[in-house]
């Protein structure tokens, strides 16, 4: 095991308000912020609320081009942005739903069936590190949209054309989907 020059380093208090912190963790390309109350002491091994982790997601709006199953509804929405005319794949996104949510979002899904898949740049060779690829094999699970919907959605980041621990946020029906491209 390597041994560091400074293995703990104090980072000093940070002075401002929250909106300002939140401007600086998100220009700073930062994952977020870690608060503790001043008056109060660390205690290992407790949880007593005086620390807070706060994690600063990015967002935006994407084009969901298809789904995956599940035994009532489905399990994972597979979204994605345009480059010019193509669609491109993101990511496939399974948090952020509730059992209700799930329900009415099938029900919305459905009525845009169809055979073909809409994204461009699919089936990818391999499922890359973080298991974000949609490979030919994955590809069979999924059953494809006419790309018309549009949803909000937060991430922890991009790395190339995919997202990194996309959230579902809300549906998006003020925004026309062929308008939706990557921005950040």
């Not at 669609?87 to 459905?110: D, H, M, Q, W």
């Amino acid at each position: 095991m390597p041994k560091l020059a400074e293995p703990i380093r104090l980072s000093p208090a940070l002075e401002g308000n929250m909106k300002e912190l939140i401007v600086v963790v998100k220009e700073s390309g930062l994952e977020g912020l870690v608060a503790k109350r001043k008056d109060n002491i660390y205690e290992p091994g407790l949880r007593t609320g005086a620390w807070r982790k706060m994690r600063v997601n990015l967002g935006q709006k994407f084009v969901i081009g298809g789904y995956t199953p599940s035994a009532k509804n489905f399990d994972t929405m597979v979204i994605g942005y345009y480059e010019g005319k193509k669609l491109i794949y993101s990511a496939r996104v399974r948090n952020g739903f509730t059992p209700e949510t799930r329900v009415k979002l099938f029900k919305l899904l459905k009525p845009y069936e169809t055979d073909t898949c809409p994204f461009a740049n699919l089936p990818e060779l391999k499922s890359g590190r973080w298991g974000a690829g949609l490979t030919a094999a994955k590809m069979k699970d999924c059953r494809w949209l006419d790309p018309a919907l549009v949803a909000q959605f937060e991430f922890l980041e991009w790395s190339g054309s995919h997202l990194r621990h996309p959230h579902f946020m809300a549906m998006r029906d003020d925004k026309d989907a062929r308008k939706v491209v990557k921005e950040l």
